[in-house]
């Protein structure tokens, strides 16, 4: 089965870190970029990391230099590595699937999530 | 504040015809980038409905369609049901900031 499944969501405090993982199953996991998207409670989807399938990183203004995207194609596994977390990081986070390149780029496969809070 | 607008909520009939509005600039989509559509209901994986405008994914049902001009796109529900009750958003490429991916701020649809 085609499948993205997430883990490594908790409560933490602020300034803590956390680290998602992402097991995806059922496709060539190396021939894929990969995202997270995070949801806050009562609002809209927002894009916060994607690394391609050559490994290249890219990050929301709001997550720089906290957050680092990361891969590993032997285990096809996407994480995420939280560090120095804030309230406003809040949120369920999806991995997605990438197809297409910038412009033209969307996800065609998402997770459930996993929900991330940060609260003293 | 999305970069991507989109009203908060829409509502029609079972059976009726309903669109969805995401409105955005000459940053995004005004700049030709592609608009694609997801539906998502709380607590579940969101799924895409819509790629490159107006293409439907297989198993999506003809039902849905999208549509794009200058800085706006659409997204159609025709023949509404009860299971099409859901959020949805619409999702582009930025040019101008770095964000890269961006997305509208969600529509709630209600089927009376």
């Known amino acids: 089965e085609v499948q993205l499944l997430e883990s490594g969501g908790g409560l933490v405090q602020p300034g803590e870190s956390l680290r998602l993982s992402c097991v995806a199953s059922?496709?060539?996991?190396?021939?894929?970029?990969m995202t997270w998207v995070r949801q806050a409670p009562g609002k809209g989807l927002e894009w916060v990391s994607t690394?391609?399938?050559?490994?290249?990183?890219f990050y929301a203004d709001s997550v720089k230099g906290r957050f680092t995207i990361s891969r590993d194609n032997s285990k096809n596994t996407l994480y995420l590595q939280m560090d120095s977390l804030r309230a406003g990081d809040t949120a369920e986070y999806h991995c997605?699937?990438?197809?297409?390149?910038?412009?033209?780029?969307?996800?065609?496969?998402w997770g459930r999530g996993t929900l991330v809070t940060v609260s003293s | 504040q999305s970069v991507l607008t989109q009203p908060p909520s829409v509502s029609g009939a079972p059976g009726q015809r309903v669109t969805i509005s995401c409105t955005g600039s000459?940053?995004?989509?005004?700049?030709?980038?592609?608009v694609h559509w997801y539906q998502h209901l709380p607590g579940t994986a969101p799924k895409l409905l819509i790629y490159?405008?107006?293409n439907r994914p297989s198993g999506v049902p003809d039902r849905f369609s999208g549509s794009k001009s200058g800085t706006s796109a659409s997204l159609a529900i025709t023949g509404l049901q009860a299971e099409d009750e859901a959020d949805y958003y619409c999702?582009?490429?930025?040019?101008?900031?770095?964000?890269?991916?961006?997305f509208g701020g969600g529509t709630k649809l209600t089927v009376l």
């Open positions: 997605a699937k990438g197809r297409g390149g910038f412009s033209d780029g969307y996800f065609d496969l």
């Open positions: 059922g496709y060539t996991f190396n021939r894929h970029g």
């Open positions: 690394i391609s399938d050559t490994g290249s990183t």
């Open positions: 000459s940053s995004n989509i005004g700049a030709d980038s592609d």
């Open positions: 490159g405008d107006n």
């Open positions: 999702q582009s490429y930025d040019s101008s900031l770095n964000v890269f991916w961006v």
